[in-house]
């Protein structure tokens, strides 16, 4: 481990910027990369094991480019959403010792790993399987999927420079520069499918990729929560040039008023992902860290301040909770709910501290918007942010005695400075 990832497990409130702001090295996320990124040998081993010794030579193999690669380019790898998604999902599987479903999921760790090993000149060990039963291969981390006009089941892809993209049997052959050429067209049997991104950041904006769907429908089979309708998300595949203007406009916005907010927003989002939904307006969620979720439920993406709001609102949930992977910001308390201004259910303390962290930031950003812009549904959302952030941390206040951390002082200090400002 390098010097400058050999960091320790607690936080110094010294260390971080007013709200937690991100602006010279990120501990927490570097932290949270340095956990998953140590953790790929060891659950390689694991899922080999159970495996067989088909799926353990794969893997191998494939863990030989992951530990190949430079820190930044393994962090990147580790941090994408799907990343972790996929970490939880063999987690699970290998606690039920479910050998079918991780020989299946083992496949998919070379989706992870081609484009970096191409970028980096890493020999390219064993073909990459198409998912079975579909038509394409999406390589996250790519801005971009390949997808085949002819169906096969069990394709195998292979990359080599002279790759014609045409399939013979249950192979196929790609040039190692094609799923990255911006300009390429139609190759054979296989089309590169370019995923729109939020210009100057990286940040893509996609709803199609079907580990979104089996989040979705997941999310769609739980119950209603009291006081809500049934879950309704539907996810946008198609946005549209014009939703995906409006989005990009929004966080030009935040770079424009808070440039470093939207600096540390292109480090901690990697995917912006759209839906449908008649109530619900926004979410992240922890098996998918670095993904944030956004409707039109509330308001139009044409309403750039207010998807400006959601964006940043969304951010800062994944900002919190890799901060109290570090540091808990305070002792645990009676195990109590809280009325909370933003929801009609009642919420744990966890739930309001996260709530108040994001209203923090919220009347942070309008405050300075109000100042740039002069526009003013800045002052009006100024107004109504400040007076719901007073009413949470009041809740807050007055519920059972806690101990915040030194850090989670500090942290409080400042958001109870935002709810009295105006």
Not at 104 to 120: N, T, Y
Not at 188 to 208: M, N, Q, Y
Not at 264 to 286: D, G, N
Not at 325 to 342: C, G, H, K, Q, R
Request: hydrophobic share 40%; proline share 7%.
């Amino acid at each position: 481990m390098s010097d400058q990832t050999a960091l320790t497990t607690t936080l110094d409130a010294r260390s971080l910027d007013r709200l937690a702001l991100t602006t010279v090295q990120d501990f927490a996320y570097l932290r949270y990369t340095e956990r998953l990124r140590g953790s790929v040998p060891r659950v390689v081993r694991r899922i080999g094991a159970l495996g067989g010794a088909d799926i353990a030579f794969m893997l191998d193999a494939w863990c030989d480019v992951f530990l190949a690669l430079p820190e930044a380019a393994a962090r990147r790898v580790v941090s994408h959403p799907f990343f972790n998604y996929y970490w939880l999902q063999l987690s699970d599987a290998c606690l039920r010792r479910d050998h079918g479903f991780l020989s299946e999921w083992a496949h998919h760790l070379p989706r992870f790993l081609v484009i970096p090993a191409l970028e980096q000149g890493l020999p390219i060990p064993t073909p990459v399987l198409v998912p079975a039963g579909r038509p394409e291969l999406r390589l996250p981390g790519s801005s971009a999927h390949l997808v085949f006009h002819t169906r096969a089941q069990g394709l195998r892809v292979f990359f080599d420079d002279d790759g014609d993209g045409v399939l013979r049997g249950d192979t196929v052959r790609i040039p190692g520069h094609y799923p990255k050429d911006e300009s390429a067209g139609p190759l054979g049997s296989v089309t590169r499918v370019a995923h729109p991104t939020i210009p100057d950041t990286g940040i893509e904006i996609d709803a199609g990729d079907p580990w979104l769907a089996r989040l979705i429908a997941s999310m769609n089979g739980k119950p209603a929560q009291p006081g809500y309708p049934a879950p309704d998300l539907a996810l946008m595949t198609e946005p549209g040039a014009t939703k995906i203007r409006q989005i990009g406009e929004s966080f030009e916005l935040i770079e424009r008023v808070w440039p470093e907010l939207a600096a540390e927003m292109t480090t901690h989002v990697r995917l912006f992902v759209p839906y449908r939904s008649a109530f619900h307006s926004s979410f992240t969620e922890a098996c998918m860290m670095g993904a944030v979720f956004l409707s039109e439920a509330m308001w139009p993406f044409s309403d750039i301040a207010y998807t400006a709001e959601h964006f940043l609102h969304e951010e800062a949930h994944l900002r919190l909770t890799l901060i109290e992977e570090l540091d808990p910001l305070l002792s645990p308390a009676e195990d109590v709910t809280y009325d909370s201004p933003w929801r009609a259910d009642p919420r744990p303390l966890s739930g309001l501290i996260q709530a108040c962290f994001a209203f923090g930031r919220i009347a942070a950003f309008h405050r300075r918007a109000r100042e740039v812009t002069g526009e003013s549904v800045h002052d009006k959302r100024l107004a109504e942010t400040v007076d719901l952030l007073a009413r949470g941390m009041a809740e807050v206040e007055s519920g059972p005695r806690i101990e915040f951390t030194e850090v989670g002082d500090q942290l409080w200090s400042q958001l109870r400075e935002e709810a009295s400002a105006r």
